[in-house]
């Protein structure tokens, strides 16, 4: 299958004439009187590396066994390339699923249990040791493959389980956790070797997470779930840039939530006053919302200039407050600030200079401001 042009952005979603690889439609899945999956309808394209993100218990899971035929929708429908898969048994679909426990056989090879499902379907042998040797090319095996399991690193077996589940060439591969049992630094080296393989062989990735930073890396589009249902599907960018509500803004990685109420309430801005922040906000996105509500605008740590003096001609969209830890990670300091209305925020700065150079210290009086396209207003 021929890759994708990378020049070429790759949005499908945004065509009206695309249509989509796998449509769940109002589907539901209960367990008694607990509802796992709650009126789910989502839409995911042919060659999408496609993320469900969420906390444990939010549904994702239930919705990969679903896709996988191993869970049966109380109600609404799945379709895979137009087909309805209600009546389709798992070994029936062009999906294939790895775990998180990668699931090897310890007493075959590297390349017996690559070959494994080629076997079961009678695959002819010369085509099981022509596939074979393709897949562990494809993930840098081949000088592995007489090797056992327990002779390989986490990440090689990790690659193993990989070339097992592609060696079949499904049109889908589901992915439940496939990182989870990976060291930090493993775990984002192989986020990038998947993204890698994926765009080479051309096949439709859907992902379980709940590593906010893994679906970030590795995905086209995110779908953000919470008690059984979607809060937002949008890009990685979209969702960290403009999320759609507050629990979306504060599940995706680090942010400064201020209570406000509308002031002004126009087409191109919105100017909001915050007791939290004690200051007038201004953003230059309309919302849907009239002068009087109440609001949330969300800042990331990073969009926060921090000075010791006021900037100049800025009363809006500038905090004080007093600098009450730090912390520094290397490449950033983290500084938490606690405001006269005794909110405590975070600002996050690029250490471009040596540690003894920056003037920023415990207990000092720092002013937060940031851009007027820096923060996002919140309804919900």
Not at 10 to 35: C, M, Q
Not at 126 to 131: M, N, V
Request: proline share 7%; glycine share 6%.
């Amino acid at each position: 299958m021929d890759k994708p042009n990378p020049r070429v952005p790759f949005e499908p979603w945004k065509d009206p004439g695309a249509k989509p690889y796998i449509r769940l439609i109002n589907v539901t899945k209960t367990f008694g009187s607990f509802v796992a999956v709650d009126n789910i309808s989502l839409d995911i394209y042919q060659r999408e590396f496609f993320s469900l993100l969420g906390p444990s218990g939010c549904g994702k899971t239930t919705l990969l066994r679903m896709l996988a035929g191993f869970e049966t929708p109380t109600a609404g429908r799945i379709e895979i390339d137009g087909t309805d898969m209600s009546s389709v048994p798992p070994y029936e679909r062009p999906v294939n699923m790895m775990f998180q426990s990668y699931a090897l056989f310890p007493h075959m090879t590297v390349e017996q249990n690559v070959a494994f499902g080629l076997k079961q379907d009678h695959i002819p042998r010369p085509q099981i040791a022509a596939r074979v040797e393709d897949m562990l090319a494809l993930v840098q095996l081949s000088s592995f493959a007489k090797r056992k399991p327990h002779q390989l690193s986490g990440g090689q077996r990790q690659r193993v389980a990989l070339a097992r589940s592609l060696v079949k060439k499904p049109k889908m591969l589901l992915l439940d956790e496939p990182l989870g049992a990976l060291d930090k630094k493993l775990r984002e080296q192989t986020q990038f070797e998947l993204m890698n393989i994926q765009e080479q062989v051309g096949i439709t990735f859907v992902i379980v997470t709940h590593d906010q930073e893994e679906a970030m890396t590795v995905s086209s589009r995110i779908a953000v779930m919470n008690h059984g249902r979607i809060a937002q599907v949008a890009t990685p960018s979209e969702i960290y840039e403009f999320p759609n509500s507050r629990y979306v803004a504060e599940f995706i990685g680090d942010v400064n939530v201020f209570e406000s109420r509308i002031v002004e309430s126009a087409a191109d801005h919105v100017l909001l006053r915050s007791e939290d922040a004690l200051c007038d906000i201004y953003v230059d996105r309309s919302v849907s919302a009239p002068a009087g509500a109440a609001a949330w605008v969300a800042v990331r740590p990073e969009k926060f200039h921090v000075s010791l003096a006021p900037p100049d001609g800025q009363a809006r969209n500038t905090v004080a407050g007093q600098v009450w830890d730090i912390g520094y990670l290397g490449n950033l300091s983290v500084y938490h600030v606690r405001l006269p209305s005794g909110k405590k925020v975070t600002a996050t700065q690029a250490n471009l200079t040596r540690l003894k150079e920056r003037p920023i210290t415990w207990d000092d009086q720092v002013y937060l401001s940031w851009a007027a396209d820096s923060g996002v207003v919140l309804v919900s």
